[in-house]
Every structure is written in C-alpha cells, then in structure tokens.
C-alpha cells in the first residue's frame, strides 16, 4: 500500500512465517501457507494483506474486513468474518508491528565509505559500516558492524557507536559511548558542552563540561533534539528509551531504561528518572530531581518536585493528576458561573 | 537603507510602476514617473523612497515624513504632507509588502550544480536549478526548474520538489511530495520516521512509517522545525501555510490551506487543522483532534478537544478565549486580595 | 578524572600559578608551591588535585576532602581539613571555574583550510583561523583570527566573524556581525529571515526582512538554538549572553549584555531585554515588550506585558513572582479541601 517510490516491501511471507515470528497461533480459517505481500489497515487490505485488531471498538470494520489474515486476541476472534485467517495473540498491536517491521525493516545502506567523507585514519569501522557522502569521523572514533552514518553528519575525536546503529543526515555527535541498534534521526546534537557556567556580573565564567553522554542499546532520538554531554558525571539515557523531536536533554541528566519523551519536552541539569517514565510533549521537568520508576508526565507540564515510582503529575507547577483535573474543574465552574 | 553587505534593492522603479504591481491608484502629488530607489520605514524615507501607512497611530509620522511616494487608504490620504505622492490601496501594508518583494526579490543562486555535490545518476533537475556545495540529491530525485538547494542539504531517495523552491542550508528531507515556491529554512527536516511504537514492558516495537510528507504551494517552514512523515496516511501541509522555527508537525497531521504556526508550537499525531488557522506560540495541540477554519489558538495554550470553525481558545488545557480571561482575571482578584 | 578519550588537562600548574590565575591568596597549609595535575570534586580529588567549597552545605565532604589543594571563602576556611592548602578567595566556585578552563581550555583546531571546504575567493581569513571539512565560506566573509569553524558549517556571504570565536559543527550563518570569542555550538541558526508576512487570504505576502543580526562579544548559543535577522533593525545578542538550546530569538529582539536564557525559552519580535536578564526554560516573552535590567521569568512561564527593572515574574499569562506562588497556593488548597 506504501508508495513504491519510497517504500519497497519485503516478502512475501505465509501466514506460518508471520506466526512463527510474532508467536501467534493460527485459528480461523487456519490456512498456514497462504501468501501475504503486504501489510494494510483493516478497511483497506485485501487478500494478500495482514491487518490487526487491537481496539474493540474498531470490531464493525473488523468484522467487514476482507483482509486474508489478522493479528487479533483470542476474545475476539469471534469477530471475524468467515474465511479470514487469524494470528490469535494476547497483543495484537505489538504482534503487528513485528510482522510490519519484518516487511518494512529499517533501511540499510550499502556497505563502503564514500569518497566524499572524511575518515580519521585512526578511526576503527566494523564490518558493513555505511558512510555518506561528506561525511566526517574523527580521531580514534570506533564504529561498529552494520552501522550506518548518513550524509553530512560529524562523529567527534573518540566516539564509540555500536553495532547496527542507523546515525541519519547532518547529525553531531561528540564526547559519546552508543550501544548497539541506536537510532538518531536528523538534526540531533549529542554531546555538546552542557549550560553550565558561574554568573557574574563582570562576565558569566564557563565551567568545562568534562563528562560525557551514555547512549544504552535501542534507544531512538528524534529529529532535532539535543543531549548535552555530563559536566563531570555522564548524561545517560538507558537503553529503549525512545525521544521525540526536538527534545532538550541537559547535563548528568539520566534517563533509565524504556522511557519515552514526546515532542519538544525537556529536562534541566542532574534530574534522574526511572524505568519507563513518560513525558508529555512541551512538559518541563527542573534541575536535580527525582521521578521514580513508571511516573507519567502530563504534557505541557512542569515538574518542580521528586516524583515517587507509579506517580502520576500535571500542571504547572505540577500536581499529581487527579488534583490537576479538580483546579481545572474548579476554575471552569466558577468562570462558568460568570455568564449567568 | 539596507546593510549593502547582505542586500542589494533591485530597482529604481517609478510610482506608476509601483502602482501596476500592487493594483494602487495614484494620488496626492501624482507623480507617476518619480523614480523609486528603495523602500523604507515613515521616519527616515526621503524623496526617492516609498513607505506607508497601515495603523493610524502612525498618522502623525506619515505626516511629517519626507517619503517621495507612500501607501495609504483613502481614508488616510487626507492626512499626508504636501508633496507626497501616494499610492492609494485598500490594504496598504499588503501593498508595500508586494513592492518591498519587488525592491528585494527572494534571492536567487546562479544555476548549476556544485562540483561537490553529489547527484544520483537517475536524478532530474529542472532548468536553471542551483545546487550549492556538498549538497546530496537521492535516486530517483526530480526537481523542479529554477528551485535552489542550499549547502550541505540532503534530499533523500524519491523525492519530488516543485519549481521555483528554496531549499536553504543544512536541510534534510525525505519522502516528500513538494509544490511549488516552498521555502525551507535552514535546519529544517522534514519526512523522518513519526514517533510510533507499540509500547511494552519488554522494549516499545517501533511502527514502520509508511506514509509521505506533502507540502502544497508557497508554503514556508522555519529555521530547525521538523515535519515527520505520515504513518500510513501522509502528513500534509496546505497551501501557503507559514511555519515558524522550531515547530513540531508529527504524523498523519493535516494543515489546510494559509495556517500559520508560531514558533516552538506543536501539534500531535493525526490532528486535522482547517484553513487558516493561527496557532501561537509554544501552543500545542494533542493527538486526533479536529480545528476547524479560522480557529486561534493562543500563545501557550493546550487544547486537548475538537474546537468549531471561527472559534478561539487559550489557557492550557485550553478553554474558549473570553472564559480563559476571566479565569486569569478570578486568580488575579483572589490573589490580590490575599494582600489587603 | 575526565575520560582521556575526550579530554586532555593542560597542566600541571602550581598552587602559586593558580593563585595567580584568580586572584585567591594562599592558605592552609600554604604549599605555594605543590603541584597540582587536575580538578575534582571534593569527594574524589586526591593530593595532586584543587577542588573547592562555595555551598556550605558540604563543609562535612571538604573537612574529610583528600584534595592538596582547594578553593574556600575566608569565613570556611577554619573547616578544611589538615594539611589541605588553600586558595582564599570571596567567589570560591568563579575561581575554581577559571581553574578549570585553565586546566581544559575551549577546544581549539589546528589551523589551516581543509581541502573538502569551499572558501569564496574573497573571503578574508585572519592567522589561525581554521576550517574543517566541508564548511563553505561565502563572498566577502571576514573571519578573524584565531576562529575555528566546524565541519559541515555554512557561513553566508558577506558576514563578519570576530577573533578567537568557536563555530561548531553543522551550523548555518547568515547576514550577522559577530563579535570576538562567540560559540555557537552544533545546528545553531542565525540570520535567517524573520517571520514577517501580512496575512490575507488571498495568501499571506511575504515581507522582505533586511536587518541584520549583531552578536556581542563571548556569547555563547546554545545547540539547534534559532536567531532570525532582523526586519529592517537588527537583532541584537548582548555581550556576553548565555543561550541554551533550542532557544527561538525572533526578529528585532534586542538582549543587553549577560543575559541567560534557559533551553527551550523563546522571544517574539522586537521585544527588548535590559542587561543581565535571565528567563527560565520554555518561557515565553510576547513580541513588542520591554523587560528591565535584571528581570527575571519564571520557568514555563509566559510574559506577556512590560517588567520594570529588578522585577520577577511567573505563571502565563505571567504576574509577579510572589503573586504567583498565592496563586498555586490558593488552587492547591481549594483542591485538597475537595478531597475531605
């Protein structure tokens, strides 16, 4: 369904391959060998695509769907209409975003340097590293197999990059350790000095950022956004942890493991959050806090306090949420009340 | 009066000339044939320059000014000095813009292509485009005649750019469908994957996105803003919509036609804005909500529902424009008298 | 302690040189002459290391601190353990900053023009400067000595760099004045044009913008930050201003000297700050105001009217600092009160 100009999909898989790599099972009409070329949405695939339901409320169109096959719960199954051959599994949502990733897998560069680029000679590059045009790798920078550094971008003296990580055009990266499989997209900055500096009045004095930035594996920055390397400790951002656009990282800040940022969020010096905390987009969390494990960050909000693992915050300054929607409530009753 | 470092004014063109481009009528002293060798502001213009009045608080200054010609509604004729000549037009500053436009066109790089540029082989480039320094064109690439790309931009695989665009520095873009007469300014990307994952506990599986970016005619799009492409459907930006720096546009967003969004704003997956609708700055709007044509959102605002044609919102979460005043006018009152 | 992959110290120096670098007089145990190899914080330094004191709450750490030597405030100086040599001094961390840049100066390039750039003929380089691979220097640019510019980078025609300034990688200039040792780091925009247009619906007409940008001496900018050029004045960046990242500084706008603006934190056009003013991260100033010397606005917050000299400011739309905390104060306790 993708334009060919821009997307080329793989395959075509069975219904047995699909199950075999998303841990399905078959039911339905059960045919295992049928041929799928493509992936499509429920209203829009044929017999040759696979398609999902994962939100009941999307059973009508789940039930007209003349998709050959579906990743679907096994509760739901019920559903579908006769003749369909169904992938019963407890997440269908995820169930199909493997079976989409295995069509659509991340673009590969051919492997080779281009003659354009600029590589240290002390640089060090794995297998099947792919590298731009204008590309430009400083002084003992290690690069692992299969990673990919797209046109314009600068990797900075003593880097180390994984493996199979994908550094898209006119990045920066400086003063930084990446793990395996990281995805930059265009634009990110990592690694430059942090905002750290004494005031005074006879001239603001810079203070050397002499930490580095921690990338953990499988980690995604996007478009834009920027890490500044620690001032003394590092920057850490753990590994799955994925970031939107235009996201601002600050100095010694640490990110633990499968947190997500969404757009244009950010967080001042030396805050450290747990495992898989959320930050709405625009939300602002302050310098040397604490957000536990789990905690959601309301969007457009503003953390000025620790918050304990499992909290839940709004607002700004923030609050935890269910406070947040009653000062939202209380003012509309009583501006309401004005019109009368 | 421009800094002749950076520009050079085209011209002189005479009052009759300046009338032709804009639709004015002449008045006042009626020299049709004075010769104009620049534009400049009510204060400093002398008689080889044009100027204009838009808002009456200015009536004093246009009557003490020294411009040779100026534009001016009838309205307002009767308030100029002596001697001048005017430029008679319902809407004078969109008058003066045109012939300002006409004084300082859009610059132009000579035609050709960089020999450090790297083009595909299967690329095609229009007549009279400019491809500067180090810049990298993709397979498959066309671009239309007379459009210009900047140094170190990178246009990926597929894309279709219209005539007459300028692409400037530093530029990324991929799996874009682009009009004609689009400005991006430097740092822009546009087409990179939209931040969609399937979020679990044992690493978020990230959704191959599989849409395009497509950007209508006369569109601008400022300094590092990011525009990701669509996840199935396209992300689309309607015909003369202004952007703004560092605004965020995620996936499967829809502009209509003349929106104009003030920098650091953002907008979430799938949110449909209709024609000309203002969004303020560092506003956000969240995910699947629908605006429709000549909604305004105020500057900081965070709407978080579907808002009706005409309508006007602020405050975050973002209420009807009238009600948000009176919410900060209530805290204002409770808070003040807390000081008695 | 700093990763020898991406930092060398200079040095050593001893106790009497950095006395002499800063002003402290020597202390304690009063070893003019020990040698001291590196900075670090009290509670890793060791003998050959100067660290320092300025919070008091961590005199326990420098009683029991390992450090040869430290800067202390006269008053602390009774707490240091035995043997510890001191650097007396009334501003212990500005010292122990000039230190620290002494040990780790700002990074500097070997000078010479790499063969990949693309330097204009007429461009004029003072002794030093250095140009890493693919930058491209437009016509008539004049870059003074000592001046670093990164890979990647584009400098437009005709703009003038002062001495000793650090361009970073990836960075676009345009129509600008810059002043001697500025840094713009990574993705930095200056002078792109302002966002001016007179909106019709017929299509908004775009206004020739013809200022320029002035950039003081040792300002620093901040990664993926934006500065438009002004639309006929210039924009102008203070002397000595600090500029995080992914800051928006629209047309017009004037900062006096030493002012800070924290990441994510924007100003719309023609706004004027006084000198050593500070604005916290993702605040908002509305264009046309004037903030006075020494203003300061609060995180997130959005000002939108004129702020005398010395005044502090929170909340959007922003009020004075005190009568903005009543306000979180008196919501918080209509809320809790709800939940009795």
Not at 46 to 56: C, E, M
Not at 198 to 213: C, E, F, N, T, Y
Request: glycine share 16%; hydrophobic share 45%.
């Amino acid at each position: 369904m993708a334009d060919p100009r821009f997307f080329r999909a793989a395959g075509p898989f069975t219904v047995a391959e699909l199950a075999h790599l998303t841990g399905a099972e078959i039911g339905g009409a059960g045919q295992s060998g049928l041929s799928i070329g493509d992936v499509a949405p429920l209203d829009v695939a044929g017999s040759a695509h696979v398609t999902f339901l994962a939100n009941p409320k999307y059973a009508a169109a789940f039930g007209a769907s003349k998709a050959g096959a579906a990743f679907v719960h096994p509760d739901q199954a019920h559903k579908a209409p006769a003749g369909m051959t169904l992938l019963l599994t407890a997440n269908p949502y995820i169930a199909f975003a493997r079976a989409a990733r295995r069509f659509y897998p991340a673009p590969r560069s051919p492997a080779g340097i281009a003659p354009s680029a600029v590589v240290d000679p002390t640089a060090v590059l794995g297998e099947g590293v792919a590298i731009a045009p204008h590309v430009v790798i400083g002084a003992r920078v290690e690069i692992g197999a299969g990673t990919s550094i797209g046109a314009n971008s600068v990797i900075g003296d003593g880097c180390i990059i994984g493996r199979d990580c994908l550094i898209e055009a006119n990045v920066t990266v400086s003063h930084c350790l990446m793990g395996d499989r990281v995805t930059l997209y265009p634009g990110v900055r990592v690694g430059q000095d942090g905002f750290g500096f004494a005031m005074d009045p006879s001239g603001h004095v810079k203070i050397p950022q002499l930490g580095r930035v921690r990338i953990g594996d499988d980690v995604e920055i996007g478009a834009n956004s920027t890490v500044d390397r620690g001032a003394g400790p590092d920057t850490v951002i753990g590994a799955g942890s994925m970031i939107d656009n235009l996201v601002q990282i600050a100095h010694n800040v640490v990110l633990g493991r499968g947190c997500v940022m969404v757009a244009q969020s950010g967080i001042s010096g030396s805050s450290r959050l747990g495992d898989f905390v959320t930050v709405g987009g625009q939300a602002g969390i302050t310098g040397h806090l604490s957000l536990g494990d789990g905690v959601r960050v309301g969007g457009q909000s503003g953390v000025t306090r620790d918050v304990p693992a499992g909290g839940a915050v709004g607002g700004s300054p923030a609050v935890p949420i269910l406070q947040w929607h009653r000062q939202t409530a209380v003012l509309n009753r009583m501006t309401r009340k004005k019109d009368q």
